[in-house]
């Protein structure tokens, strides 16, 4: 009779709740370590292309060169005017100013030329002072690229802009 109770009672079963819990816990363990390389590859991918997927380059400090002031005559309504620029280039690396000072002569040559051509009333505007900005800066690039291999200036600045 002591075998038939002991028959009648439930078997007590296996708890497979704790082993889910551990799989679980196994589980989010794995997701929260796959994460954090996923991220730490990720962050430390964009320090080296800058965050925009492009291969960064650390850029070196601005050394700026100011250009000896250009005074030329423009025309306005067929009258002359005088036009008064000073100009700084911002360039990277401080040997290549030795190179923009050796092409100095070309380099004014052909900015005298290219404001002596403007009108007064376009340069006048904001818009004409940056056109003119850019077309300095691009005649300055491609004089050097032409000397030197390479356009060596990466911006032009107007300091001064006097027109009378």
């Known amino acids: 009779m002591a075998e038939n109770v002991a028959q009648a009672q439930p078997q007590p079963q296996p708890k497979s709740g704790g ?16 994460g954090g390389v996923v991220f730490f590859m990720l962050g430390s991918n964009a320090e080296h292309t800058g965050g925009d997927g492009k291969e960064h380059v650390e850029r070196k400090p601005a050394v700026y060169y100011e250009l000896e002031r250009f005074v030329v005559n423009i025309s306005k309504n067929k009258r002359q005017k005088f036009l ?18 050796l092409h100095i002569p070309k ?8 404001l ?10 904001n818009e004409g002072k940056e056109d003119l900005r850019q077309r300095c800066l691009k ?16 911006d032009l600045f107007f300091t001064s802009f006097i027109m009378q």
């Open 19 to 34: 082993k889910l819990w551990i799989i679980i816990a196994i589980f989010v363990f794995l997701l929260l370590i796959g």
């Open 84 to 101: 008064q620029v000073n100009m700084q280039v911002l360039t990277r690396d401080e040997h290549e100013i030795d190179v923009i000072k």
């Open 107 to 114: 380099i004014r040559n052909n900015i005298i030329f290219l």
């Open 116 to 125: 002596s051509g403007q009108k007064a009333e376009v340069i006048a505007t």
């Open 139 to 154: 005649e300055i690039q491609t004089i050097l690229e032409k000397e030197s291999g390479k356009p060596i200036v990466e």
